[in-house]
């Protein structure tokens, strides 16, 4: 176990379990951002913002600042979004922050507001957090009263609001323009880019949609400085990053840390190793959006290049660990209802393309599948690459991508099992027994798999 | 000097975009997209969802094409784009290099088609779309030719079913063109996409599309057979039809249609279908248009209570005669009345339906064979006054959509009633090309209220005073100025940014009046006072008056009505073969409109009557059905047997729209051929046979014509001497109803020009000079206004396309089409009573209640109801004007209270 040299700044209270109150956040320096923002020209915190190399926690990576500095000149309103839907599978961060440290994103959001010159924000929540809508909720009536927020933030005549806003429980809710159609009351129907929303969002405004982790990271960057948030640094990912880390390691959860930390290290370190001294069979580092690495991948950065690099995506930095009980097959089939069940349905490609691909692996994995049918969904999933295959590059949104590239991804780093399934007629692990550390066995059957479609 | 910030329309005309498409260079303009352009230079690429007419949606994914953008960093050498870009939403950038046959965009167009497969029926064989199907078509061109998907397919249940236009869901493509077009171009949201995935779907809510009179083109504009028409249905395949291209006889903007037919019978009705792309299409990436009373009411003639002989009266009864023996009948009973009363003692009633030659025929039968001015197609005005105005409109009428406008301005009227493609181009031009839209009066129609840029509401009766100091205004009267604002409670900076768009060198201003509102009763009025707006715009505006009936214009030109002759007097003696000296009366005629007086008073006798609708039709039915039985003779020719045909002498079996030929005139002056789709049924005949037989027997001389096209070609030369084009080529003419047109200073241009050769022939156009009225001294004091108390409103009307109509009546499926009474209330008056759109109310006035659907529209002035007349028992015609009403809600779930 490393012994962590640096402080825990985003969930230090998280293994306490604790929910901050707005003394407690006061009591330790909280909204003081607000007040050393207020006294710089909002260019000046976007500077500095820039300057950090903060990007974006929701899954792009797209830098802060830049995103920022998009804003046309000289029209207003402009509205500040707050991305909050966390509905891609294994990503569970942003709720923590939410729920524990509800005054520490509010801080974000008055210090972002003022930076981009918005007097109004949404935050776009996730249906179903209903607890983490409340806990926010509790907050921004608190700092109502206590002058945070208002026509006259702390009395510097700015104005900030902020309203929480539930979503209905749709995962491409979460994709940014998705997400404002949904906000202005419409079907969340992904539009078309350009424009982007910094030139034309919200009711057709300028508007800018971070993750609330990107958001909260902001006045950690304002107090503490841009070189701190630089100090921890892998090529160009500055900061400290939440990890969700899911599936079969000892100690599942949330870890903060910065981004120099290889998988590796994130598994058998942070994480206790596999669940039961199990093989690592593949991991899903991104969320379940991205391509999948395998064991002879570990000691990859986890950091958005060193991922890169590895022929995935950081993603999200959820990290689905899978030991080898795991059927690869019945694992993405799996994924792939979840993307047929999300998809809007608006485009072509995508509306089709994840139902078929379903399908497909619906009947591999029930032993129905055919060799031709490898080649089917190969050439509909691409290889597990951006701009591959029939969907990739070729929708609306990226969701269409994100169903297309683990399928070409599971299909390429576990072929032989596919062919397994289809020669055998049916799934090789269905009634497999498995030895458990305990001494007993475990039988890895269909009866616990949440089911999509009804 | 006016610019953007008086209207966004007074923007710099855009620069050009040199760029390279397939290899070759090609300019296009900024902010066009890729798809535009390539269109218009003649290289096509696959589309489902663009349309010309709609917003981009994006998502068919088909229009992909290979791009390679200038790379700023590397000596702007075009570098490709990572992804393919949509052709359909991509705006042209300058040295871009667009390929839209590579491999990576064939890869894109076969993987788009085969993903359309995958869920896709392909029940074509029972398709009513099969032959004419864009799916079918574009698999054929760009998919791959086999299927790999083994799985099931998706199965929707068949939705509740409209009765109009059938849903087979199974076969969407979702491509929502559909959904957009209600949205858009119908101005309704009707329809919406539902659920999510693979498993969404196309459905409609409230009250579905059918309310809608545009509805019916989501059949034509649905790629696939998702979207049917439902009379329609399983009856036949198109490729076994016969396509005429003629004229709707509904509507009077000149809609072109196709009928299709087969063994002596109408299976259907579009858009005109084009040859595009090596097959037949319909208003594909064009704005063909129609109105739902076109395409699904044009099918009437084939009623039961069709008489297709001739028929003379023997004491009681009528029995079948032949044709000659009808026309001596005929002739004996006109001559008969002439010797005993006089000419004057006989009128010709001609329906406005009737063709141009018709008209003509009538006219010249009228005056020269039986000597008299009596003939006329003018009977739906409220007063024969009102007829007269609507004669000094039309004289004073010019321009045309043709080139489009730079600002329009409309006065009074529910134009998408009467005029429902003339109304859709308007507010289509002005949506799309961002031009000004201009709406004065105490109704204004609600399909252009969204799109408004002014509106300036008067109460009725006030209209022809707002228009006077408008025009006073215009020429820089500030008094004028206050006194609008005061009058319209527009802001003063509003009417500034008005008067100063008004002002600004424009390229071309319309001006279009209603000479429907309230049947034409404030025309007197109304009339002059726009002319005189006219006079103080200048040149470069245009005037369009709008009247529902179908050839009002064709016969004001065939010179069917008093006062007014075919051409020239000099030209018109000549060619009727009659001396200077020879009597020819014009001005004597006795104004439709008064007939049934005339008649009371014994001052005319006898009747000859094209087309009995005209009667059927009139405001005062009754009074007119009634003074029928004091004629001494009266012969009728009309396609069926009904309470007035079988009060006359002689009838002669009447060939139908569908079959005959001759010339319709739009409301913009253009013409169209109607054109023979079907044999006449039985033993009818058109009616320029029945006059010329007539005449003949009458020893009338110049009525020895063998066919229409002798007809017309006698009458253009006098109606327009310049006019280069013939009667043949009238049937080739090209979509007037196309919306493909350039805005010759904007960046959005319509659509691609396609296939221009053979359609686009010009329309002749009649311009008469008559000299510009000039502009008032002073305007007109204004009228008294009412107080109204709470629940009291002024009631303004206009004659319902959807509304009881002779013809209409007798379609097969004319329950459908027709529309329940409502009653559109401004907002403000809405909000104060508690009402609701779709809320139910009683209206009293005087002594009759309707009971109306209320609907809440920008449209009409707050205080002032329109409630569409022929809806119901909606009935206003000949009531004084703007009748004062009590509307009374009722509550949900119960009766209405009884009248009284
Ligand atoms: C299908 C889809 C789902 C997404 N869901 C989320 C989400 O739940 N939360 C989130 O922050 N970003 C989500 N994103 C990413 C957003 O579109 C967007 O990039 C992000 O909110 C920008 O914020 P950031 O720059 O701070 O990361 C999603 C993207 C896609 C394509
Ligand atoms: S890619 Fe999928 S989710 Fe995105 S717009 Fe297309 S159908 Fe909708
Ligand atoms: S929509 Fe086209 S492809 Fe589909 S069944 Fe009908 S005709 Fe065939
Ligand atoms: S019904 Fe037709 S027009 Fe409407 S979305 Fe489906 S395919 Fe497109
Ligand atoms: S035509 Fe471009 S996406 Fe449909």
């Known amino acids: 176990m490393p012994v962590d040299t640096f402080e825990k700044v985003y969930l230090p209270n998280i293994e306490r379990g604790e929910t901050e109150t707005l003394q407690q956040y006061r009591a330790q320096g909280g909204y003081e951002a607000v007040r050393m923002a207020l006294d710089m020209a909002p260019g000046k915190i976007v500077e500095i913002v820039k300057d950090s190399g903060l990007r974006g926690r929701g899954g792009a990576g797209f830098p802060a600042g830049m995103k920022w500095s998009f804003l046309p000149k000289g029209v207003y309103p402009r509205y500040l979004t707050v991305n909050a839907d966390e509905s891609e599978p294994g990503t569970c961060k942003d709720r923590p922050l939410m729920e524990q440290r509800p005054h520490a994103l509010l801080d974000g959001i008055i210090c972002t507001c003022l930076a981009i010159e918005s007097e109004l924000a949404f935050i776009y929540i996730r249906g179903e957090y209903y607890n983490s809508a409340d806990v926010l909720q509790k907050a921004v009536d608190e700092a109502y009263e206590a002058g945070l927020l208002g026509a006259d933030v702390l009395g510097s005549g700015r104005r900030v609001d902020v309203v929480v806003h539930r979503g209905a429980g749709a995962y491409i809710c979460g994709e940014e323009t998705a997400l404002l159609t949904s906000l202005e009351g419409y079907r969340g129907y992904p539009k078309l880019k350009p424009p982007f929303p910094a030139v034309s969002g919200l009711y057709g405004k300028p508007t800018i949609i971070n993750n609330v982790e990107t958001i909260f990271s902001v006045p950690l960057i304002l107090t503490k400085g841009a070189d701190w948030f630089k100090s921890f640094t892998h090529e160009r990912s500055t900061g400290l990053r939440l990890y969700s880390v899911s599936g079969h390691v000892k100690k599942p959860g949330v870890y903060e840390l910065p981004m120099t930390v290889t998988l590796r290290e994130l598994i058998y370190d942070y994480c206790g190793g596999m669940r039961n001294d199990h093989d690592l069979k593949f991991v899903i580092p991104g969320g379940s959006s991205v391509p999948w690495l395998l064991p002879d991948q570990l000691d990859t950065v986890m950091s958005m290049e060193g991922v890169q690099e590895a022929g995935s995506f950081l993603g999200s930095a959820a990290v689905m660990v899978m030991d080898h009980t795991v059927c690869p097959v019945w694992a993405i089939e799996n994924l792939a209802a979840f993307y047929r069940h999300e998809s809007c349905g608006q485009c072509t490609p995508c509306r089709e393309g994840s139902s078929w691909m379903h399908k497909i692996l619906m009947r591999i994995e029930h032993g129905q599948g055919t060799m031709e049918d490898l080649d089917t969904l190969a050439s509909i999933a691409g290889e597990g690459k951006p701009n591959t295959g029939m969907i990739s590059g070729r929708s609306i949104c990226a969701l269409g991508d994100a169903a297309a590239w683990p399928v070409g991804s599971a299909l390429r780093c576990f072929r032989s099992e596919f062919e397994e399934h289809i020669k055998l007629g049916h799934c090789p692990y269905k009634n497999k027994r498995f030895w458990m550390a305990d001494g007993k066995f475990v039988n890895e059957s269909f009866e616990h798999r949440p089911s999509w479609h009804h | ?900």
């Not at chain 2, 303009?29 to 589309?47: C, M, N, Q, S």
């Not at chain 2, 096209?709 to 030369?717: G, N, S, Y």
């Not at chain 2, 396309?801 to 013809?807: A, F, L, N, R």
Request: glycine share 8%; aromatic share 8%; with cysteine.
């Open chain 2, 1 to 900: 000097m006016a610019d953007q910030s008086v209207h966004p329309s007074l923007k710099p005309a855009p620069e050009d975009v040199p760029f390279v498409l397939n290899g070759k260079e090609v300019v296009g303009k900024k902010g066009e997209t890729i798809i535009t352009v390539a269109a218009r230079e003649g290289v096509y690429i696959p589309h489902y969802c663009w349309h010309p007419s709609l917003s981009v949606a994006g998502n068919c994914r088909l229009c992909l094409v290979e791009v390679h953008m200038p790379n700023p960093r590397a000596d702007n050498k075009p570098t490709p784009l990572p992804k393919p870009a949509i052709a359909c939403q991509t705006p042209v950038v300058p040295g871009m290099h667009v390929f839209t046959e590579s491999e990576l965009a064939k890869d894109c167009q076969s993987g788009m088609m085969e993903f359309l497969l995958v869920n896709h029926p392909l029940d074509c064989p029972i398709c009513d779309r099969g032959g004419e199907c864009m799916l079918q078509r574009y698999s054929m061109e760009y998919g791959t030719g086999h299927a790999r998907m083994v799985d099931k397919k998706r199965k929707f249940k068949k939705p509740q079913a409209d009765p109009l236009i059938d849903i087979e869901r199974n076969r969407c493509i979702m491509c929502t063109r559909c959904v957009r077009f209600c949205d858009e171009v119908a101005g309704e949201h009707v329809m919406g996409v539902f659920a999510r995935g693979a498993d969404n779907y196309i459905g409609t809510f409230g009250q579905g599309p059918v309310s809608n009179i545009l509805s019916g083109n989501v059949i034509d504009i649905c790629p696939v057979g998702c979207l049917t028409s439902r009379p329609f249905r399983f009856k036949a395949r198109v490729w076994e039809l016969v396509q005429t291209q003629s004229t709707s006889v509904w509507d009077a903007s000149g809609a072109k249609v196709t009928y299709w037919t087969r063994s002596n019978q109408l299976y259907r009705t579009t858009p005109p279908s084009r040859k595009y792309h090596e097959t037949y299409t319909i208003n594909e990436d064009t704005a063909e248009f129609i109105d739902n009373i076109t395409r699904f009411g044009s099918d009437f003639p084939a009623h039961e209570d069709r008489w297709e002989e001739s028929r003379v009266r023997i004491g009681e009864g009528l029995v079948p005669a032949a044709f000659r023996e009808a026309v001596r009948q005929a002739a004996r009973g006109l001559t008969r009345v002439r010797e005993q009363h006089g000419p004057d003692a006989l009128a010709v009633l001609v329906s406005p339906r009737a063709t141009m030659e018709e008209g003509y025929l009538a006219a010249k039968f009228a005056r020269t064979v039986i000597g008299t001015g009596n003939v006329d197609w003018r009977m739906s005005f409220q007063t024969a006054e009102a007829s007269d105005a609507a004669a000094l409109a039309f004289s004073h009428a010019s321009g045309d959509l043709e080139d489009g406008f730079d600002a329009v301005v409309l006065v009074n009227g529910d134009y998408l009633h009467q005029a429902p493609v003339f109304a859709m181009q308007v507010k289509e031009y002005a949506r799309l090309n961002e031009k000004p839209l201009i709406l004065i009066g105490h109704h204004h129609d609600a399909y252009f209220a969204p799109h408004a840029s002014w509106q300036l509401h008067c109460r009725p009766g006030e209209t022809a005073h707002v228009l006077e100091l408008l025009a006073l205004a215009v020429r820089g009267n500030d008094n004028a100025k206050d006194q609008l604002s005061a009058i319209t409670g527009a802001q003063a900076e509003e009417l500034d940014k008005l008067l100063q768009l008004l002002g600004h060198a424009h390229r071309k201003g319309l001006l279009i009046q209603s000479l429907e509102d309230m049947n034409g009763a404030n025309l007197p009025q109304d009339v002059p006072a726009l002319l005189g707006l006219k006079s103080a715009l200048g040149e470069a505006w245009d005037y369009i008056p709008v009247l529902r009936d179908r050839n009002a214009f064709g016969l004001y030109a065939a010179g069917a009505q008093p006062g007014r002759l075919p051409g020239a007097e000099g030209a018109v003696r000549k060619a009727w073969g009659l001396g200077e000296s020879a009597a020819l009366p014009v001005d004597s005629g006795v104004p439709a409109r008064l007939l049934a007086e005339k008649i009371e008073a014994g001052e005319i006798k006898g009747l000859l009557c094209l087309g009995a609708d005209i009667l059927h039709n009139a405001p005062e039915r009754e009074r007119l059905v009634a003074a029928l039985d004091k004629l001494e003779f009266f012969a009728v020719t009309d396609l069926f047997r009904s309470e007035i045909t079988e009060k006359a002498d002689v009838f002669f079996a009447a060939a139908s729209h569908l079959e005959r030929d001759g010339t319709y005139c739009d409301l913009e002056g253009n013409l169209a051929r109607l054109v023979e789709a079907l044999p006449p049924a039985g033993g009818s005949r058109p009616d320029w046979e029945v006059l010329a037989g007539i005449a003949k027997e009458m020893d009338g001389r110049g009525f020895d014509y063998s066919s229409v096209a002798q007809v017309f070609d006698e009458m253009i030369r006098l109606v327009a001497p310049d006019f280069a084009g013939s009667f043949k080529a009238l049937m080739l003419k090209g979509p007037r109803n196309d919306l493909t047109i350039k805005d010759p200073g904007g960046a959005r241009t319509r659509g691609p020009e396609y296939n221009p050769g053979d359609y686009r022939i010009d329309g002749a156009h009649f311009r008469w000079k008559a000299d510009p009225l000039p502009t008032p001294e002073k305007a007109s004091p204004a009228p008294e206004r009412q107080e109204l108390n709470e629940g009291e409103f002024l009631v303004t009307w206009g004659e319902h396309v959807q509304g009881s109509d002779y013809h209409l009546d007798r379609a097969s499926i004319a329950r459908l089409l027709k529309m329940a009474p409502t009653a559109e209330m401004n907002p403000e008056d809405a909000y104060r009573l508690g009402l609701e759109d779709g809320d139910r109310a009683v209206v009293h006035t005087g002594s009759d209640s309707i009971e109306v659907v209320v609907k809440v529209r920008r449209g009409p002035a707050p205080g002032v109801l329109y409630i569409p007349s022929g809806l119901g028992d909606a009935r206003f015609a000949g009531l004084s004007a703007a009748p004062l009403a009590r509307l009374e809600a009722v509550e949900a779930g119960k009766e209405a209270a009884p009248a009284g």
